[in-house]
């Protein structure tokens, strides 16, 4: 279930909040709802917040939404560091009108940005570009919180390897207003190498500050979407949220199906339309509408428009091959019946039909050009 953005306490002026986890939309520390219920408590009078904060950091332009919106209000804001404040988190309490509060062990680190892009090289190009605007806004917010020149942040804070920082050393530039020995059983972590490792240790430790009206008004929404009793068992729940992962791949599944069903369909579709204007070429062909030579560019204007090249085909004239075959007497014109005007062309005849047989020549000639042959 999603932890983000638990007001702890109301009380008079004052409001705390968790900001325990990831920043991030859909993460821990969702800025998007953040902040419409901080606008919530201001506009029910709050003045006050204190932010309790264990994490190890997370989206840079949310984190950087949430800095610009506290820095517009008129809220004082404290920050308690009860675990860590790492990468982004850090970032966020370097105003320096806020009060940031530090536990005796409580861990800061630094870094340089880290993302991942896909794509081309001038994709590539442009995230690097974005990643170094938003780094150097990250090195001004600290500058301008510890006054540190900086040239001198970037070299020291966000080069290449992790920075950490003690609550001491973070008081001591500046960073940190107060420490604070408080809860005696939290105990300094004996790593300081993965972030999400230092976060555990920290988290196992704090107090659960989680508001139990809230907690149990957040169930009953979960209920009221799952339709059943707020008051149901762990058992209940869990079936309800299994019927729709079920109902989820069913859907998926029939889906998929109706997809292939379709694709099949689809190329039945195709392999008949294509078969369609084979046909139709073909019969074209052997009544002497256009010769073999003309397949390619006829077949092309079918796969367009069948229709229309159907009616083109159908007002050509053909050549009939009985009809051929009975033109002219003797041998010298039955050697030539069936033979197209290309056959003769190509076997060198043509001439002598020409000159030997004109009715066979001009009939020839207009099945070939589809006009009228003009003696020259």
């Known amino acids: 279930m999603k932890k983000t953005n638990i007001i702890n306490q109301i009380i008079g002026e004052n409001a705390e909040i968790l900001l325990y986890g990831c920043i991030g939309k859909w993460n821990d520390?969702?800025?998007?709802?953040?902040?419409?219920?901080?606008?919530?408590?201001?506009?029910s009078g709050i003045k006050n917040l204190t932010f309790f904060v264990n994490s190890e950091g997370g989206e840079v332009p949310?984190?950087?939404?949430?800095?610009?919106?506290?820095?517009?209000?008129?809220?004082?804001?404290?920050?308690?560091?009860?675990?860590?404040?790492?990468?982004?988190m850090a970032m966020l309490m370097t105003n320096p009108e806020h009060t940031v509060i530090a536990n005796k062990y409580s861990k800061f680190m630094y870094h340089r940005l880290s993302g991942s892009v896909r794509g081309n090289a001038d994709d590539v190009l442009a995230y690097t570009k974005m990643m170094d605007l938003f780094e150097a806004d990250l090195i001004d917010m600290f500058a301008t919180r510890t006054g540190i020149d900086k040239v001198k942040?970037?070299?020291?804070?966000?080069?290449?390897?992790?920075k950490w920082l003690s609550a001491e050393e973070a008081k001591a530039i500046g960073l940190v207003n107060?420490?604070?020995?408080?809860?005696?059983?939290?105990?300094?972590?004996?790593?300081?190498?993965i972030p999400h490792d230092v976060y555990d240790h920290f988290n196992s430790q704090l107090l659960n500050f989680s508001n139990n009206n809230q907690s149990k008004n957040e169930m009953k929404k979960v209920a009221g979407l799952l339709n059943i009793n707020e008051n149901a068992n762990e058992e209940v729940f869990a079936t309800a949220v299994q019927n729709i992962i079920n109902s989820e791949k069913q859907a998926k599944s029939d889906l998929a199906?109706?997809?292939?069903?379709?694709?099949?369909?689809?190329?039945?579709?195709?392999?008949?339309?294509?078969?369609?204007?084979?046909?139709?070429?073909?019969?074209?062909?052997?009544?002497?509408?256009?010769?073999e030579d003309m397949r390619g560019e006829f077949t092309e204007m079918a796969t367009s428009n069948f229709v229309m090249t159907e009616k083109v085909i159908d007002k050509m004239p053909g050549v009939d091959a009985t009809t051929l075959a009975g033109i002219g007497a003797g041998a010298s014109s039955n050697k030539f019946a069936g033979k197209t005007y290309d056959d003769l062309f190509k076997s060198g005849d043509l001439e002598n039909v020409?000159?030997?047989h004109p009715a066979l020549h001009a009939e020839l000639y207009k099945a070939k050009f589809n006009k009228e042959y003009k003696p020259e």
């Open 153 to 162: 942040v970037k070299a020291d804070y966000f080069n290449n390897t992790d």
């Open 354 to 356: 020409k000159a030997n």
């Open 62 to 88: 949310q984190g950087q939404t949430l800095f610009a919106y506290l820095n517009r209000t008129e809220f004082n804001v404290t920050f308690v560091v009860d675990g860590m404040a790492a990468s982004m």
């Open 29 to 43: 520390i969702d800025v998007d709802v953040l902040v419409p219920a901080l606008e919530s408590l201001k506009n």
């Open 178 to 193: 107060e420490i604070r020995d408080g809860n005696t059983e939290v105990v300094e972590p004996n790593s300081l190498v």
């Open 257 to 291: 199906s109706k997809t292939k069903e379709s694709n099949e369909l689809q190329a039945k579709l195709e392999e008949f339309d294509k078969a369609k204007v084979k046909t139709l070429i073909d019969n074209a062909i052997n009544a002497k509408k256009f010769g």
